[in-house]
T-cell receptor, first 118, second 115 residues
């Protein structure tokens, strides 16, 4: 079974600064997808960024980028120019790349609570 | 374009009772997944419905059951409620076999409190 570990329960950053959230995962599969989701107090999970494991190039979405290290099974999220609206719980998630069976579920880490200080 | 709609928003039930939670998926989505998120934890996969059948199930007892209707909406039923069932229940919709490209869309959840 796949597992996702987020070792930082809480992180804080000054507004306009850069912060990196860590995520490691364990899998025996070679084909999979990784995601970062943001959960603000409104409770709705919002997709921040996603990465396909077969792509070596790190995904970027505006101020958000990832450092994907497949061999190390590491998938960290970097937030540049942090804004007050970035404050939320951040979850790293894994999905198998295989189709069928039990491969469509998302496996989440426990989350990192990000505080942005003005 | 409406996203995922869940009802009710909040619910308080007594131990031993039964509860039904509802989810309407995003327009164009055909697959519905349910997750349980305990306080301070990440969401845990309960099960997924596609073509009105349960396709996958996580490590949850048979007290948790569901249904998907022809319009793709879904219900989550929990029988014989325990205090430990208190959690945020999230519904996520997606397009089967294209969930990476099209993404998962989550609702805002139902907060269930069992007393």
């Amino acid at each position: 079974a796949q597992t996702v570990t987020q070792s930082q329960p809480e992180m804080s950053v000054q507004e306009a600064e850069t912060v990196t959230l860590s995520c490691t995962y364990d899998t025996s599969e070679s084909d999979y997808y990784l995601f970062w989701y943001k959960q603000p107090p409104s409770r709705q999970m919002i997709l921040v960024i996603r990465q396909e494991a077969y792509k070596q190039q790190n995904a970027t979405e505006n101020r958000f980028s990832v450092n994907f290290q497949k061999a190390a099974k590491s998938f960290s999220l970097k937030i540049s120019d942090s804004q007050l609206g970035d404050a939320a719980m951040y979850f790293c998630a894994y999905r198998s790349g295989r189709s069928g069976g039990s491969n469509y579920k998302l496996t989440f880490g426990k989350g990192t609570l990000l505080t942005v200080n003005p | 374009d409406a996203g995922v709609t869940q009802s009710p928003t909040h619910l308080i039930k007594t131990r031993g009772q039964q509860v039904t939670l509802r989810c309407s998926p995003k327009s164009g989505h055909d697959t519905v997944s349910w997750y349980q998120q305990a306080l301070g934890q990440g969401p845990q996969f309960i099960f997924q419905y596609y073509e009105e059948e349960e396709r996958q199930r996580g490590n949850f007892p048979d007290r948790f059951s569901g249904h998907q209707f022809p319009n793709y909406s879904s219900e989550l039923n929990v029988n014989a409620l325990l205090l430990g069932d208190s959690a945020l229940y999230l519904c996520a919709s997606s397009v089967r076999d294209r969930s990476f490209n099209y993404g998962y869309t989550f609702g805002s959840g139902t907060r269930l409190t069992v007393v």
